[in-house]
């Protein structure tokens, strides 16, 4: 079935720091696929999203682009800050019925030091 | 602008107890779902609903009964609840279940069963 592979956590980095967070997928169609963060304390929110190949989201500095040949969505950001602490899900999403639900990756954890 | 409120935030459950996760939304969407977090594990799907009157089991729903009788409303039940069922709850919603919508989801509920 289809399934989303994120890199471990957690991920420590120094303000500033370039970042990325690796994400594979596996479908058997063409899939949504996306990125939420979920922030201390909160429930989880829409960062980014990329609805077919090639597509680039991005959203408060971050970017991943849809990449159909290596099955990848890969986030990255140039110059993290102590506020992007949060640990970040990959998602991908097909249609309808049970397949209208998000896949989630296991989640990576983030924290940023000044 | 509620988006989707989750009730209670927290909640202690002796072992066999029964007990009702609320999970409402304001935004007319006819897809709901509830999901588990566990550490390690990323966000797995209980049940979900394509619209009123209409649930259907997703990845783990042992131990779960929902119903859909509004729009609005979507109820998560633990019959019996077990040491196992220790997690954190997340209910969401979306417009449609195509796969371009994302999902907005509530601040959780922390369940711990002793």
């Known amino acids: 079935g289809d399934s989303v592979t994120q890199m471990e956590g957690p991920v420590t980095l120094s303000e ?3 970042l990325t967070i690796n994400c594979t997928y596996t479908a058997t169609g063409y899939p949504s696929l996306f990125w939420y963060v979920q922030y201390p304390g909160e429930g989880l929110q829409l ?12 959203n408060k500095g971050f970017e991943a682009t849809y990449r159909k040949e290596t099955t990848s969505f890969h986030l990255e950001k140039g110059s993290v800050q102590v506020s992007d602490s949060a640990v970040y899900f990959c998602a991908l999403k097909w249609y309808g019925g049970s397949q209208g639900n998000l896949i989630f990756g296991k989640g990576t954890k983030l924290s940023v030091k000044p | 602008n509620a988006g989707v409120t989750q009730t209670p935030k927290f909640q202690v459950l002796k072992t066999g107890q029964s007990m009702t996760l609320q999970c409402a939304q304001d935004m ?44 609005e409303d979507f109820p998560l039940r633990l019959l019996s609840a077990a040491p196992s069922q220790t997690s954190v709850y997340f209910c969401a919603s979306s417009s449609t279940d195509d796969k371009w919508t994302e999902a907005f989801f509530g601040q959780g509920t922390r369940l711990t069963v002793v």
């Open chain 2, 28 to 71: 007319n969407h006819e897809y709901m779902s509830w999901y588990r977090q566990d550490p390690g594990m990323g966000l797995r799907l209980i049940h979900y609903s394509v619209g009123a009157g209409i649930t259907d089991q997703g990845e783990v729903p042992n131990g779960y009964n929902v119903s859909r009788s509004t729009t």
């Open chain 1, 16 to 18: 500033e720091a370039f």
């Open chain 1, 47 to 58: 960062l980014l999203k990329a609805t077919k190949a090639d597509d680039k989201g991005s």
